[in-house]
C-alpha cells in the first residue's frame, strides 16, 4: 500500500509541472469545492470539442474562498481499456498519456470548465466494458476517475462516450452499438450518459442530440492506448 501511495503522489506531482504556478489561497477543500460525478467523452466538429461534454469544476479552499491556480488532475488509470482518452486535448486541457492523466487548472474566480475528447472501445472483441458507477445515481462501485485538486482527493466520477467505437465521429454504428449495451445482461457504464446506474431512454436521447447536433462528427486523431 505504501508503495502504490508513493507512486500515485509522484505521478500527481508530475501532473502539476503541466499546468500553470502554484495556487493561491491554500489547497481545494473537498467539502467545499464542486466537481462532476460523471464524465462523458466527445468528439469534435471542425477541430472544436463538442459543447456537450462540457465539464465544470469549482475549487474552494476550508475557508469557502475561491482557489486561483489550483492544478486539478482527473486520474483515469482504475478506468480499464474500456475508456480511452485522447492523446490531444483541447487548449487549456493537458494530458500525460502514459499515466492516464487529463489536467487543468483553475481561473481567478476558481473555476474550470473543459471538454475531454475520447472514446468507449465498445468493439468486437474487446472487453465487455467497466461497470463503474457514480455519485450522480445508482449503486455499486464508485466512479473509476479520482479528481484532485493540488493533490486533495476531491472525488470520483464515472465516464461514458458518445463515441462508442473512436471512429468516424458519434453516427448511427454508435446508435447500434449503444443498443447492443442496453439489452446487455451487464451493466455498463460507457453507455449511461446520464450517470443514474441504468441505460435507458434517457440515454438514447442523449445520444441522438449529440448525433443530430453534429457536433461531434470527428473523432480523436489519436488515443493513450
Excluded: K
Excluded at 489547497?27 to 462523458?40: E, K
Excluded at 442496453?182 to 440515454?203: E, Q
Amino acid at each position: 500500500m505504501l508503495v502504490r501511495w508513493l507512486s500515485t503522489t509522484a505521478v500527481l506531482a508530475t501532473a502539476a509541472l503541466a499546468v500553470p504556478p502554484a495556487a493561491l489561497g491554500g489547497p481545494p477543500h473537498p467539502t467545499n469545492s464542486t466537481v462532476p460525478c460523471g464524465i462523458r467523452l466527445v468528439g469534435a466538429s471542425a477541430g472544436v470539442a463538442d459543447p456537450a461534454g462540457e465539464l465544470v469544476f469549482m475549487m474552494r479552499n476550508i475557508g469557502g474562498d475561491a482557489v486561483e491556480g489550483a492544478s486539478i488532475a482527473l486520474d483515469f488509470r482504475a478506468c480499464g481499456s474500456d475508456v480511452r482518452i485522447a492523446s490531444t486535448q483541447p487548449e487549456g486541457v493537458f494530458v500525460l498519456c502514459g499515466d492516464r492523466i487529463v489536467t487543468t487548472v483553475s481561473d481567478h474566480q476558481g473555476m474550470a470548465r473543459i471538454r475531454i475528447l475520447g472514446a468507449a472501445r465498445n468493439l468486437t472483441g474487446a472487453a465487455p466494458g467497466e461497470g463503474h458507477h457514480s455519485s450522480c445515481g445508482g449503486s455499486g462501485p464508485p466512479g473509476c476517475v479520482s479528481i484532485y485538486g493540488d493533490g486533495v482527493l476531491l472525488g470520483t466520477a464515472a465516464v461514458a462516450a458518445y463515441d462508442q467505437n473512436g471512429a468516424g465521429g458519434v453516427n448511427p454504428t454508435d446508435t447500434s452499438l449503444w443498443l447492443d449495451d442496453a439489452f446487455r445482461t451487464i451493466f455498463v457504464t460507457r453507455s449511461d450518459l446520464d450517470f443514474n446506474g441504468v441505460i435507458g431512454p434517457a440515454d438514447l436521447s442523449l445520444l441522438l442530440s449529440v448525433l443530430l447536433a453534429g457536433g461531434s462528427t470527428q473523432s480523436a486523431a489519436g488515443f493513450c492506448d
